[in-house]
């Protein structure tokens, strides 16, 4: 079993950048597939990027594409996701969760997750 810890949030501009993290621990990360979702008010929680284990595999929402980059070092334990070009669509509560079986966008597909961490972005 494993635990994640986001952080990185906070309360931006439109155009400036955040790059958020998420801790493991408790288990061998280097076995899940990671997942970044967010949720904003009101709206189902969607998938924003994924990285396979080895940490050969990204992929990315359209909304995402372009301007984020997920990446992870399975020696600290961490993922990242940096956050270019923030617009005000993108605040939300960004959530990192761990899926050992799949490397899926479906939010169904992931065993752990995070409490989440509040991205907040003004116009």
């Known amino acids: 079993q494993v635990q994640l810890v986001e952080s990185g949030g906070g309360s931006v501009q439109a155009g400036d950048s955040l790059r958020l993290s998420c801790a493991a621990s408790?288990?061998?990360?280097?076995?899940?597939?990671i997942g970044w979702f967010r949720q904003a008010p009101g709206k189902e929680r969607e998938f924003v990027a994924r990285?396979?284990?080895?940490?050969?595999?990204?992929d990315y929402a359209d909304s995402a594409k372009d301007r984020f980059t997920i990446s992870r070092d399975n020696a600290k334990q961490m993922v990242y996701l940096q956050m270019n070009s923030l617009k005000p669509e993108d605040t939300a509560v960004y959530y990192c969760?761990?899926?050992?079986?799949?490397?899926?966008?479906?939010?169904?597909?992931?065993?752990?997750w995070g409490q989440g961490t509040q991205v907040t972005v003004s116009s």
């Open positions: 990285i396979k284990w080895s940490g050969g595999s990204t």
């Open positions: 408790g288990g061998t990360f280097i076995r899940y597939n």
């Open positions: 969760a761990a899926g050992e079986n799949y490397y899926s966008r479906s939010t169904l597909r992931y065993d752990y």
